[in-house]
């Protein structure tokens, strides 16, 4: 199917491909926004971790430490 349009000036023409450029960079607009959204998301949950993010989550057996009584044998 062809569409045929007829332009009537040069006038009418900018006008329609400054439109379109308007529309274009709304869509660039948009898109840098929702990336930058991301990006913001991302720092929130990377500035939550660090050094001792997980102090008082492990604990260790007070026994850990000691030897195994399978390797008695090698030890001397």
Do not use: A
Request: proline share 4%; aromatic share 6%; with cysteine.
């Amino acid at each position: 199917m062809t569409v045929t349009v007829e332009i009537p000036n040069e006038d009418t023409l900018q006008l329609l491909l400054q439109l379109e450029k308007m529309q274009m960079l709304k869509l660039l607009v948009d898109d840098t926004q929702e990336l930058k959204h991301e990006i913001i998301q991302q720092q929130v949950h990377t500035t939550t971790r660090g050094f001792g993010c997980l102090k008082g989550m492990i604990h260790l057996s007070p026994d850990w430490d000691e030897p195994l009584e399978d390797m008695k044998e090698y030890m001397y």
